[in-house]
């Protein structure tokens, strides 16, 4: 059902609209694929949209650097609504406080990269990963003041440690001398990292030793989603006049 409707929705956008997505414009820059970039690359929104509508999301959470995907989204679906009738909702976007959470050198967090802190990763990989994390770049010495705003590694403060917390390595880092070091602060961020993702840790280890149940929650998951895809696909094919390819036997598979 997703591969037969994102072939519908590659119909209803250009190769020069998908092209000028800033995000995977980003990608093809970091990644140096400039005229080798291929439909799969640019093409991966399309399919997203299919994975949303299929299921007539109307809420999307997402990173902001994900933000233009949901947009490229929202055009397909006024485009097919205008063209075959109101079939998809217009899906708005949803932020959290971090919409944009930099990788450990201060670009876009991208496994492609190689720039992720995962959540399975136990402590000590988490240090030695954080060991490589981007400072502030105008602190070239020890005993130069710092510039939070301006380091990657007081954004993860932001994040994983306790306001009253960053309040205080705020101004330690702009104390200067002797105050505070960018070695400690890395691995204060790092333990601060490793004991948020403990109980996700904790679980993923159960789900590893019961590999049964895993299973079972994918098998009915699938089953739950496929009578959804079925059921939209039904009335997709009946907006576009193809009504007649639902009771085809492939439209049941």
């Not at 080798?36 to 809420?59: E, S």
């Not at 007649?244 to 049941?252: A, I, K, R, Y």
Request: glycine share 8%; with cysteine; proline share 6%.
């Amino acid at each position: 059902e997703h591969a037969e409707l994102h072939l519908m929705f590659s119909m209803l956008v250009t190769l020069s609209r998908l092209q000028r997505n800033p995000t995977v414009k980003e990608q093809v820059r970091d990644l140096g694929l400039d005229d080798t970039v291929t439909y799969g690359h640019i093409g991966y929104p399309v399919l997203q949209a299919a994975d949303i509508l299929m299921y007539h999301a109307d809420l999307v959470p997402v990173g902001e650097d994900q933000a233009p995907h949901v947009e490229i989204t929202r055009e397909i679906a006024r485009r097919f609504n205008s063209a075959f009738g109101d079939v998809f909702p217009i899906p708005e976007v949803k932020h959290t406080r971090f919409g944009r959470f930099p990788g450990i050198d201060g670009q876009r967090m991208s496994k492609s990269i190689g720039n992720t802190i995962h959540f399975t990763d136990p402590p000590e990989q988490i240090a030695k990963r954080m060991r490589k994390a981007a400072i502030d770049p105008e602190r070239v010495g020890r005993d130069d003041p710092g510039h939070p705003e301006a380091c990657t590694v007081f954004t993860y403060h932001q994040r994983f440690s306790k306001p009253e917390i960053v309040e205080v390595i705020d101004k330690e880092c702009r104390a200067g001398p002797g105050v505070r070091s960018c070695f400690d602060c890395k691995m204060e961020a790092a333990e601060r990292i490793g004991a948020y993702f403990e109980p996700a840790r904790a679980r993923r280890a159960e789900l590893d030793a019961n590999p049964q149940r895993v299973r079972e929650v994918l098998r009915d998951g699938n089953e739950r989603a496929r009578a959804k895809a079925r059921e939209t696909m039904r009335e997709v094919r009946a907006a576009m006049g193809l009504g007649g390819l639902n009771g085809s036997v492939g439209s049941d598979r």
